[in-house]
C-alpha cells in the first residue's frame, strides 16, 4: 500500500500514545527508518505488522485499533491535502459512498500503482442503505467501518455501520448497513 496509509497510522498512534510508543511499535514490526514516503508503495505486510505490532505494545484488539484509524483517515487525508476529493463527494452522505469508485480512480491518477477498493451502494432508504465493499485484500472490514464513520462525520451525521455479510471462503465482497 502506499505511504501514506503507514503514515496515518504513525500519525494516528503518536498523537495517542506519543512518540516513543510509537517507535517500539515500528522497531517491533521491523521498520527502521522514521518516517514513510507517502507516494512511495510498501508491501502490505508492513501494514499488517504495524497493526500487530501496535496491538502488543498498547493491548488494543486489532478491530478497534484498525477502526479508529480508518475514522482517522478522512481527516488526516484533508491535512495531507486530499481534503478538495473529499469535498466533492456529496451533496449527500448516500451520493458520497456512491462516489467513492470514481473518487479512487482520481487518486488513481496520482497514485498509478493504487489498488483500489470498490463500494457499491443499494437499497437507498431515507435514513440508510445497503454497502457493498469489495477488495482483493482480507481483513479490512473494521477499517471500511472507521471510514464509513468518519465520512459521515463529515457531514454532520453519526452513523452506525453493521458488517451483515462477512465475505465468505473465495470471495472478496463484505456487505453491510449503514444507517443514520
Ligand atoms: C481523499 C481521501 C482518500 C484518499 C487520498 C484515499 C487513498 C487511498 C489509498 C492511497 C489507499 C491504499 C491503497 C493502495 O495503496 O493500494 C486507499 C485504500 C482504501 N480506501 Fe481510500 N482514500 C480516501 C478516502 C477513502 C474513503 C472516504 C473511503 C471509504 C469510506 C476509502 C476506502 C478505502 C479502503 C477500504 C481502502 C483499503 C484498501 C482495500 O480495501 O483494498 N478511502 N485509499
Given amino acids: 500500500m ?7 497510522i504513525q500519525d494516528y498512534l503518536t498523537h495517542q500514545l506519543g512518540a516513543e510508543t510509537w517507535t517500539r511499535v515500528r522497531t517491533a514490526a521491523g521498520f527502521h527508518e522514521t518516517e514513510f514516503a507517502p507516494l512511495h508503495t ?3 505486510a508492513l501494514t499488517f505488522q504495524l497493526v500487530g505490532a501496535a496491538c502488543q ?7 478497534d485499533l484498525v477502526e ?3 475514522a482517522y483517515w478522512v481527516e ?3 491535512q495531507k491535502g486530499y481534503g478538495s476529493l473529499l469535498d466533492q463527494l456529496g451533496p449527500g452522505f ?3 459512498l456512491a462516489q467513492l469508485d470514481a473518487m479512487h480512480v482520481r487518486i488513481a491518477l496520482m497514485m498509478p500503482q493504487l489498488q483500489p477498493p470498490s463500494f457499491r451502494v443499494s437499497e437507498r432508504r431515507e435514513r440508510g442503505l445497503t454497502l457493498a465493499y469489495t477488495s482483493r485484500r482480507a481483513g479490512l472490514a473494521p477499517l471500511v467501518i472507521g471510514l464509513v464513520k468518519g465520512l459521515g462525520r ?4 453519526e452513523p452506525t455501520v453493521r458488517l ?3 465475505r465468505a471462503e473465495g470471495s472478496h465482497t463484505d456487505v453491510f448497513e449503514v444507517s443514520w
Avoid: H, I
Fill in 2 to 8: 502506499y505511504g501514506l496509509v503507514n503514515q496515518a
Fill in 42 to 44: 510498501y508491501p502490505d
Fill in 57 to 63: 505494545v498498547t493491548g488494543r484488539e486489532a478491530g
Fill in 68 to 70: 479508529a484509524v480508518g
Fill in 76 to 78: 488526516f487525508t484533508a
Fill in 94 to 96: 448516500a451520493d458520497a
Fill in 154 to 157: 463529515k457531514f454532520g451525521l
Fill in 164 to 166: 451483515t455479510v462477512p
